[in-house]
């Protein structure tokens, strides 16, 4: 079923009875060729390109809860590619170019908003750090604009200007930058994939390996039976580990709970996605009008979905810092998400130590902007046995031979990433 004015039209004439869902909700079958663990963005956009860009559509997603219950569907929403370090550059920069034209791909709304993303700095020397990445970022032709106090002013009038314990001396923009409703996504990834024929398995937990003779991966064991398969590739974000132990490996990934807020709706204040330089603090404001930020991670290991309340302190103190008008507005709901945090805050695309399995890892906070990229690239590691050039920096033995990508500076300490 195809999304058009032309349907939309069709249907409304009909009473809006013949919609048929928007993916399969299929039964798990004996084998396939390719076994996708985790119906996140990321695993079902692979499904999604294996199916389109390499004509392999014998493929399973297997999801332990529903489509969107685990971090796709619990993020504040925002892409960009605004990234300074080789390695990372090229992937985030052609996932921005999937994202502007993912809702054409999929024939599924998306609501993909380029709003701008607007990082404020506070001191000269953030400043300097600031037009160092805009440069690199423009030297790779990625758009970056840097703005002054004024600036900056002209485009947040409301913001604390006046006697702000750390004053905003100004920002750098991307604007190609912005939003996409995140469960849209999922939607959409689910929806492309199963058209063209991937079975989108929900409710069936992955509990174990199928090994052949030589060790090698070939198939799952699951809450639904035993499931066979040429190759098998994980997705699962903050269960990586978890999934990981289950094949006898080790990941350089701890997981962390973040927690995310939405306000109550008020009348449209905010149009960009801005970013406090000074605290960890960045927020939007949804289409129906809610006000959406988040903050640091909580700072403890955590497999729990939900956060505590020092944090939810800590990031309202962001908020009143860099904005005091959004005190007046009440909170209305918070939630947290398992952050798969690796040792230099850089995900993993790679092959796994075991024959037959795949690992697709480590994107902390920053996945959801990743999803396109991420799936286009661990499709062709997949199907080709190749690294996307825009991935191949994101090996798994980077940590052993010293390749670490470092985006923040931060060392091995994954709660800072
Ligand atoms: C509060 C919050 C805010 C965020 N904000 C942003 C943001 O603004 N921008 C940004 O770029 N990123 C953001 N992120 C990060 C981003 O959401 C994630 O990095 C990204 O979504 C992870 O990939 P995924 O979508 O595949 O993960 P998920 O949606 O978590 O998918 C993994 C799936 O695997 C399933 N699974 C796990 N174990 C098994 C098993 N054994 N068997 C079967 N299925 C299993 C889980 O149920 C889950 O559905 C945020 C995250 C959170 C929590």
Redo the contacts with the bound molecule.
Sequence with gaps: MGYSFFSLAANALTGHRRWKPTWRDASPRDRYDVVV?????????TAYYLAKNHGIANVAV???????????????????SNYMLPGNTAFYELSMKLWEGLEADLGYNAMVSQRGVLNLFHSDAQRDAYVRRGNAMMLEGIDAELLDREGVRREMPFLNFDDARFPIKGGLVQRRGG?AR?DAV?WGYAHGASERGVDIVQN????GFVRDASGAVAG?E??RGTIRAGKVA???????S??AA?ADFRLPIESH????FVSEAIKPLIDN?VTFGAGHF?ITQSDKGGLVF?GDIDGYNSYA?RGNLPTVEDVCEGGMALMPAIGRVRMLRS??????MSMDGSPIIDRSPVDGLYV?AG?????????PA?GHCFARLIATGESDPTAAAYRLDRFARGYTIDEKGQGAQPNLH
């Design positions: 663990i985790g119906g996140g963005g990321h695993g079902l956009a297997i999801e332990k809860g529903w489509i969107g219950s685990g971090n796709v569907g619990r993020n504040t929403t925002i892409i960009r939003t995140h999922a069936c937990e992955v509990t799952v699951t809450s994980m997705a699962v974000a903050g269960n990586s978890r999934v289950l709970v973040l927690q995310a996605v960045y988040g979905q939630w947290g998400g398992i952050m798969d697709n994107w902390c906070y920053g996945g959801f902007k990743a999803t991420s």
